[in-house]
C-alpha cells in the first residue's frame, strides 16, 4: 500500500519539477490526481513515443496518476477541481501564483473549501522579493545559482548547464519532503497550510552550501570556491583503452595508490600529501600528476588494481552500458513491463528500500482524461452531468 496510502494529492503541476514529486509521492502510495488542461502536460510530445502525447520523458515523470483533464478557465471546469479539493488532502502546482490567483485558485479560495489543506507551490523565487513574479526555467535557475559560472571555471572557460535538469529535479526532492512534514504536522494538530518551494533559493542553497568557502566570514578569508571541486582535472581518468571513475580523498588511498604505482614513499616524501588541506591546495596538479599514470594500463586491469587497493572506483557509463550494470541487474532497478497502451517499456523502480511499506509504481502513466469519466463517478456526478461538462468541453475524456 506504501507509506503514504489514504492521502491524495491534486496534481496541477507540468513539465518535470512537479511531475517528478508527485511521481514520488505516487509511489508511496498517495493516490495522485493529474490535473490537465485540454492540451494536456506539454512534456508528454518531448521525445520519441510509440503514440501522440506519450513520450518517454513523459512516461519517466507520471507514473502511479491518474487523469482528469479540465478546462480550469470555465466555471464548470472550476466546479469540478473545487470538488476534488474537498476529497484532497494536497494540491500541488507549478505555475507562478500569480496565475493560480487569476485562475480563482490561490490558497485562500481552496481553504475556504477544504480548511486543513496543504497547499505546495514550485516556481521560480520567493514571493517576497523583486523577482516574485518572473516566469522561471531549469536553464535560468542554473544560471542565476552559479552552475555554468563554476562549469566554466573548471572546465575551458565556457559556462555551460549542467546536461540534466537538475533544478527541476532537485526541486521536486524538496517538494517531496515538504509535503511529507506539512503532512505529519497536519496529522499533530489538524493544520493545514500553505507551503512555497522556490527554486532560485532551493538551488542557491544548494550550491553556496559548497563553494561560499571563505565568503562565509566576515570579512572574506577568500573568494569562495571549492577547490576540488572546481579542479580541472577532477574528472574519468582516461586509460589506454577508455575511461575509468575513481577517487583518491582520504589518506589512506592516497597511500595506497602511490604504493600500487611502485613509489612506496612518495605520500610521506611530497609535502603536498601530507593532509587533505595541503592536498586541497595542490590538487589540480596532483590530479593532473594521477591522471597521467592512468595512461599506462587499461580500464580492466585499472579497476582490478584498484579494486585490491581498496581505492573507490566505478565504470564510466554511457546510456547504453548503464542499462547492463551487474549492480542495477541483480537488484532489478530497470524493469520491464506492458503499458496498456504503449507496450513494452522500461522503468526504474524507486531507489530507496523500506522493510514494511515499499515504495512501487501503482499505475502506468496515463493517457490524457484516461480517468475522467470515473473520477467524476467518484465525486459524485449523475452520468446526465458527466455528459453535459464532456459535451460543452468543461471537461474532456480519452475518448474524445
Known sequence: MGPLAGVRILDLTTIMMGPSATQTLGEMGADVVKIEAPGGDPVRLIGPG?????????LNANSSKRSICLDLKTEGGRGVLLRLVRTADVVAYNIRPQAMERLGLSYDKLAAVKPDIIYVGMFGYGQDGPYAAKPAYDDLIQGAAVL???IAQAGDG???YVPSAIADRIVGIVAVSAICAALYHRQKTGEGQRVDVPMFETMVSLVLSD?????TFEPPLDQ???RRLLARQRKPYKT???YICALLYSDQQWRSFFTLIGKNNAFEQDPRLRTMGTRSLHIDELYAEVSAEFLSRDTAEWRRLLEEADIPVT???DLNSILDDPHLSTIGFFQNEV???EGAIRRMRPASTWSRTQPVAQRPAPRLGEHSRPLLAELGYSAEETDHLLQTKCVIAEED
Open 158 to 160: 565556457t559556462p555551460r
Open 50 to 58: 510509440r503514440n501522440p502525447a506519450m513520450g518517454g520523458l513523459f
Open 315 to 317: 565504470p564510466f557509463h
Open 339 to 341: 503499458h496498456p497502451s
Open 211 to 215: 563553494h561560499l568557502g571563505g565568503l
Open 240 to 242: 589506454r583503452d577508455g
Open 148 to 150: 555554468p559560472w563554476l
Open 224 to 226: 569562495g570556491g571549492y
